[in-house]
């Protein structure tokens, strides 16, 4: 498709279970980025992946949480024992960087609701 | 690490006003600023950036925001609010370009428009 796809669109799971995200990224788009978005909060920064370079995982908030991406395709964000804090919209975006990056806008898919019971 | 302050919770606007959304910046470098609409259930949509040049930029759906460096500002502004303009809006920088390529959020504002 033409736009950032995300799967599934809605997960309600159980405390304790893990839970895989996906996305898939506009074609060519080399620069891969994971949010989270609390009810009534900003986007918090996740993950950020660029080519082949090594991925920024700074924004990782516990080593439940991992991504991995492959090539400059499809990435999927793993949460391990899920708590009830990670309820959250998962947002991913990809952009092209082109000479100097951080030029290009994020163009974002309409996001992961997840549910912990 | 770079920041954005979005002071309002929410703003309230009768339709036909012109409508302005506030975002302050801070950076270490240059900033690359952006505003994202987020209508609801659904990702957020890109509206403007400034990148260099000009400090008045026009973006879609007839927003501009203006760039101040001496005030660290980048407010969103319409002419002429819309109902249909009622979302919520999220400035955005980057320290760029020879910063991290993490593009840090705000907390977002929720516009209303009311008719």
């Known amino acids: 498709g033409a736009g950032v796809s995300q799967s599934p669109s809605n997960k309600v799971t159980e405390k304790g279970k893990d839970v895989e995200l996906r996305c898939d990224p506009i074609s060519g788009h080399t620069a891969l980025y994971w949010y989270r978005q609390r009810l009534g909060q900003g986007l918090e920064f996740l993950i950020y992946?660029?080519?082949?370079?090594?991925?920024?995982k700074s924004g990782l908030p516990s080593d439940r949480f991992s991504a991995e991406r492959t090539g400059e395709s499809v990435s999927t964000l793993t949460i391990q024992r899920t708590q009830q804090e990670d309820s959250a919209v998962y947002l991913c975006?990809?952009?092209?960087?082109?000479?100097?990056?951080?030029?290009?806008?994020?163009?974002f898919g309409e996001g992961s609701r997840l549910t912990v019971l | 690490a770079q920041s954005v302050a979005q002071p309002e919770d929410q703003v309230n606007v009768a339709e036909g006003n012109p409508l302005t959304v506030k975002c302050t910046y801070s950076?270490?470098?240059?900033?690359?600023l952006f505003w994202y609409v987020q209508y609801p259930n659904r990702g957020l949509q890109f509206l403007l950036k400034y990148i260099t040049g000009d400090n008045l930029v026009k973006g879609s759906y007839g927003f501009e925001a203006e760039f101040n460096k001496s005030q660290t500002s980048f407010h969103l502004k319409k002419p002429s609010a819309l109902v249909s303009d009622s979302a919520l809006y999220f400035c955005a920088v980057r320290d760029g370009p020879y910063g991290n390529n993490r593009l840090a959020f705000g907390k977002g504002n929720q516009v209303v428009v009311i008719p």
């Open positions: 950076v270490s470098g240059n900033p690359y």
């Open positions: 975006a990809s952009s092209s960087h082109s000479g100097t990056g951080g030029r290009g806008e994020l163009f």
């Open positions: 992946f660029q080519g082949n370079s090594a991925p920024d």
